[in-house]
C-alpha cells in the first residue's frame, strides 16, 4: 500500500505553547490530506479536509485558528494546534488518499500523541 | 450528513470460532465501505472494503458483505486467531468525496 509518514509520534508540550506536526506522502502526490483525531477507546473524527495550494476546509466544531494546516506541496501537509491546552491532549492522525494507486484508497500516518502539560 | 452506526461496542470470541461485526449507514449516496483494523496505539490498517456494486467480496479468513436495500455492511472473519484481537472500525463515504465516515469501533477479543 502507499506509505504516509507522519513526525513526531509523541510530543509534550507546555501549556500555552505551539506544536506542528507534519504528514507526508512518501510515494505519491496527495491533492488532498485530513486531519483526524481520536480520544482513547474512541472513534476518528475528521477535523479538516487539508487542500494543496488552497484553503484548508473545516469540520463543524473545529477552530480553524486554533488547528491552523498548511498544505504546500502535494507531498506535505502540516497541522499547527496553537496556544494549546490540557485539553488538547489527543491522539492527532493524518490519511491520505492516493489516486493513482490503489483505487484511491485511504491510508493513515502513524498518529501523533500530543501531551499538553 | 452520513451517519454511521457500528455494534455491539465489544465482541468476544473462542479462538477459531467466527466474528461478524455490523454497520448501518443513513447516506443511500455511499457507495463505498471500508474496514479498518487499528491496534493500540497504532495507525488504523485497512484491511478489506467493498464498493456498492458488489455484494461480497472476500480475502482469505476475511469477507465484507453489503446490503445496498437495508443500508448495511458486515465484516466477517473465520478461523478467528488471538492476532485478530483489536478495534475494528468501519466507515462510508461516497467516492467522489474523499471523506470517511466512521463509526464508534468495536474490540474484538479473542480468546485462546
Known amino acids: 500500500g502507499a506509505v504516509v509518514s507522519q513526525h513526531p509520534s509523541w510530543v509534550i508540550c507546555k501549556s500555552g505553547t505551539s506544536v506542528k506536526i507534519e504528514c507526508r506522502s512518501l510515494?505519491?502526490?496527495?491533492?488532498?490530506m485530513f486531519w483526524y483525531r481520536q480520544f482513547p477507546k474512541q472513534s476518528l473524527m475528521l477535523m479538516a479536509t487539508s487542500n494543496e495550494g488552497s484553503k484548508a476546509t473545516y469540520e463543524q466544531g473545529v477552530e480553524k485558528d486554533k488547528f491552523l494546516i498548511n498544505h504546500a506541496s502535494l507531498t506535505l501537509s502540516t497541522l499547527t494546534v496553537t496556544s494549546a491546552h490540557p485539553e488538547d491532549s489527543s491522539f492527532y492522525i493524518c490519511?491520505?488518499?492516493?489516486?493513482?494507486?490503489?483505487?484511491?484508497?485511504?491510508?493513515f500516518g502513524s498518529g501523533t500523541q500530543l501531551s499538553v502539560l | 450528513g452520513e451517519n454511521v452506526e457500528q455494534h455491539p461496542s465489544t465482541l468476544s470470541v473462542q479462538e477459531g470460532d467466527s466474528a461478524v461485526i455490523k454497520c448501518t449507514y443513513s447516506d443511500s449516496a455511499s457507495n463505498y465501505f471500508p474496514w479498518y483494523k487499528q491496534e493500540l496505539g497504532k495507525r488504523p490498517q485497512l484491511i478489506i472494503d467493498i464498493r456498492s456494486n458488489v455484494g461480497e467480496k472476500k480475502d482469505q479468513r476475511i469477507a465484507v458483505t453489503l446490503n445496498k436495500t437495508a443500508k448495511h455492511f458486515s465484516l466477517h472473519i473465520t478461523e478467528t486467531q488471538p492476532e485478530d484481537s483489536a478495534v475494528y472500525f468501519c466507515?462510508?463515504?461516497?467516492?467522489?468525496?474523499?471523506?470517511?465516515?466512521f463509526g464508534k469501533g468495536i474490540t474484538l477479543s479473542v480468546r485462546p
Open positions: 490519511s491520505a488518499r492516493a489516486p493513482d494507486r490503489e483505487a484511491g484508497k485511504l491510508f
Open positions: 466507515a462510508a463515504s461516497i467516492w467522489a468525496n474523499s471523506k470517511l465516515t
Open positions: 510515494d505519491f502526490q496527495a491533492t488532498t
